[in-house]
Nanobody, 126 residues
Framework: QVQLVESGGGLVQPGGSLRLSCAAS????????KGWYRQAPGKDRELVAV???????NYADSVKGRFTISINNAKNTVYLQMNSLKPDDTAVYFC????????????????????WGQGIQVTVSS
């Protein structure tokens, strides 16, 4: 089954750090990571960090200087390093990516679909 699987969430005290991982599983040739988003209770889903088409990154103002998005293409995994966490960072975090496969018919690399992870809880509290 092709999917994005997130890990690394949990409960952390204010000022602490967590690293979220988002791994593509199934018959995947490569991942084109779009970014990380989050949704707090009673709020809309919001952008946290994204990759632009040229490989540069953008961050929400609320996380600039504290969060870092990165990717390991060999592992088809995207990460979100979160430092200096605040209670306002409490939310369910989602990764988003385009997943590609190699056609068995002609060997070309093709887009399978855009995928969202299942979401992972991050709670920042003392």
């Amino acid at each position: 089954q092709v999917q994005l699987v997130e890990s690394g969430g949990g409960l952390v005290q204010p000022g602490g750090s967590l690293r979220l991982s988002c791994a593509a599983s199934g018959s995947i040739f490569r991942i084109n990571a779009k970014g990380w988003y989050r949704q707090a209770p009673g709020k809309d889903r919001e952008l946290v960090a994204v990759f632009n088409s040229d490989g540069s990154t953008n961050y929400a103002d609320s996380v600039k200087g504290r969060f870092t998005i990165s990717i390991n293409n060999a592992k088809n995994t995207v990460y979100l390093q979160m430092n200096s966490l605040k209670p306002d960072d409490t939310a369910v975090y989602f990764c988003n990516a385009d997943l590609y496969y190699r056609s068995g018919r002609d060997g070309s690399i093709r887009l399978r679909d855009n995928y969202w992870g299942q979401g992972i809880q991050v709670t920042v509290s003392s």
